[in-house]
Nanobody, 115 residues
Framework: QVQLVESGGGLVQAGGSLRLSCAAS????????MGWYRRAPGKQRELVADISSGGSTRYADSVKGRFTISRDNAKNTMYLQMNSLKPEDTAVYYCVVTMPYGNVWGQGTQVTVSS
C-alpha cells in the first residue's frame, strides 16, 4: 500500500503564493498519474490539476496560468505551485495517485486565501 503525506497549506493574502507537496511512501513504485483536487466549503470536490507518469499535465480553467503541477519521480513527490492566489482558491486540497489497484487519497491540507 502507498501512503500520501501532504504539506504546504496555510493562510495567505490574495495575490500571494503557496507550494503544496505530496510525498508518497510504501509501495510507490507503481504510481501512474498523480493529481490535486480541492473541496471548497459547500461545494463539490473538483480537479485542480493532474500529471501523467510521462509528465503530461492538465489544469482546471480556473487555475490555468496561475498554478503549476510537477512531480519528482525519484523522490515520489508531487508539487503544486500556486501563484496569484484568490479568495476563491480557499479549500481543502487533496492529492491523489493512481495505482494499478485504484486511487489513493491523501488526508488533505487547508489553503485559506484572505482578501
Amino acid at each position: 500500500q502507498v501512503q500520501l503525506v501532504e504539506s504546504g497549506g496555510g493562510l495567505v493574502q490574495a495575490g500571494g503564493s503557496l507550494r503544496l507537496s505530496c510525498a508518497a511512501s510504501g509501495s510507490s513504485f507503481s504510481i501512474n498519474a498523480m493529481g490535486w483536487y480541492r473541496r471548497a466549503p459547500g461545494k463539490q470536490r473538483e480537479l485542480v490539476a493532474d500529471i501523467s507518469s510521462g509528465g503530461s499535465t492538465r489544469y482546471a480553467d480556473s487555475v490555468k496560468g496561475r498554478f503549476t503541477i510537477s512531480r519528482d519521480n525519484a523522490k515520489n513527490t508531487m508539487y503544486l505551485q500556486m501563484n496569484s492566489l484568490k479568495p476563491e482558491d480557499t479549500a481543502v486540497y487533496y492529492c491523489v495517485v493512481t495505482m494499478p489497484y485504484g486511487n489513493v487519497w491523501g488526508q488533505g491540507t487547508q489553503v485559506t486565501v484572505s482578501s
